[in-house]
């Protein structure tokens, strides 16, 4: 304990200030509970206010604006009801309850709507569609979506609206999937065409497959399956179905031997 004290006063201020702005939120709230000289540096409001901002910046207003949030006051007074924190703290954590809320609902809906690890595409698409009315941003998406312990259709989704709605650059998409490490996730995902016409006579519809990995999805190297993605049962198109892909043989055979070892 002495130790401790004496390594917090050794810092000085603004270089520990310095080193806690530049931390995750988990591990903000995890200095914080080191010592009382790091839990009030990390209860700080500049500190909140900035991982806030960093989080939810589509909250923040243009810089010509009057104001460069919006209205912190009466976000705050609805803030203090749900959380015994005070300024931007307590914000952060009302605002984060609020879309974890959302998120059990659209992962609630998701769930009712698989059948047999398979997912139809208007269903799929409506999901999408609501993470963008529920305003969610990047981190929200990596904090309740890209999961490893999520069902691979879940990160699909989330995959999905960060590439569609976002359009965040490939490899900020990357560097989430791999420190997440589902980058090698893969789904199947399937959908049936119009039969062409030959002679005055309309051919079987036909049905294609393809297995992809949210990597390449990421990547933009399977553009047909992001197409089929993008439009769902249209036009041509006559439905889309997306499902969790079987592990190969190899696969199996792998995981085999590394719980042998």
């Given at each position: 304990?002495?130790d401790?004290?004496?390594?917090?006063?050794?810092?000085?201020?603004?270089?520990a200030?310095k080193?806690?702005?530049?931390?995750?939120?988990?591990?903000?709230?995890s200095?914080g509970?080191?010592?009382?000289?790091?839990?009030?540096?990390?209860?700080?409001?500049?500190v909140?206010?900035?991982?806030?901002?960093?989080?939810?910046?589509?909250?923040?207003?243009?810089?010509?604006?009057?104001?460069?949030?919006?209205?912190?006051?009466?976000?705050?007074?609805?803030?203090?009801?749900?959380?015994?924190?005070?300024g931007?703290?307590?914000?952060?954590?009302?605002?984060?309850?609020?879309?974890?809320?959302?998120?059990a609902?659209?992962?609630?809906?998701?769930?009712?709507?698989?059948?047999?690890?398979?997912?139809?595409?208007?269903?799929?698409?409506?999901?999408?569609?609501?993470?963008y009315?529920?305003?969610?941003?990047?981190k929200?998406?990596?904090?309740?979506?890209?999961?490893?312990?999520?069902?691979?259709?879940?990160?699909?989704v989330?995959?999905?609206?960060?590439?569609?709605?976002?359009?965040?650059?490939?490899?900020?998409?990357?560097?989430?999937?791999?420190?997440?490490?589902?980058?090698?996730r893969?789904?199947?995902v399937?959908?049936?065409t119009?039969?062409?016409?030959?002679y005055?006579f309309?051919m079987?519809?036909?049905?294609h497959?393809?297995?992809?990995?949210?990597?390449?999805?990421?990547?933009?190297?399977?553009?047909?399956?992001?197409?089929?993605?993008?439009?769902g049962?249209?036009?041509?198109?006559?439905?889309v179905?997306?499902?969790v892909a079987?592990?190969?043989?190899?696969?199996?055979t792998?995981?085999?031997?590394?719980?042998?070892?």
């Amino acid at each position: 304990m002495n130790d401790s004290k004496y390594m917090d006063s050794s810092i000085p201020d603004d270089i520990a200030l310095k080193l806690v702005s530049s931390l995750q939120v988990w591990d903000v709230c995890s200095l914080g509970s080191c010592s009382r000289f790091w839990q009030e540096l990390c209860g700080l409001d500049c500190v909140w206010s900035s991982l806030y901002k960093d989080r939810w910046p589509q909250l923040i207003l243009d810089n010509n604006q009057e104001s460069s949030v919006l209205d912190f006051d009466h976000a705050h007074q609805l803030s203090q009801s749900e959380s015994s924190s005070q300024g931007w703290r307590g914000l952060y954590i009302g605002k984060h309850n609020e879309m974890a809320g959302k998120a059990a609902t659209v992962v609630e809906f998701l769930e009712k709507c698989l059948n047999s690890e398979s997912i139809e595409v208007g269903q799929y698409l409506k999901a999408i569609k609501d993470l963008y009315t529920m305003q969610f941003g990047f981190k929200d998406v990596q904090m309740f979506f890209l999961k490893a312990e999520s069902n691979v259709l879940l990160n699909l989704v989330g995959l999905h609206y960060c590439i569609s709605w976002l359009r965040l650059p490939p490899e900020h998409i990357l560097e989430a999937l791999e420190s997440c490490k589902i980058l090698e996730r893969k789904v199947c995902v399937q959908w049936w065409t119009l039969g062409r016409w030959f002679y005055g006579f309309r051919m079987r519809d036909e049905s294609h497959s393809r297995e992809v990995s949210l990597g390449d999805l990421a990547r933009a190297k399977e553009e047909e399956v992001l197409a089929v993605l993008y439009r769902g049962a249209i036009y041509e198109v006559l439905r889309v179905r997306i499902s969790v892909a079987k592990p190969s043989i190899a696969h199996w055979t792998r995981q085999n031997l590394n719980t042998c070892h």
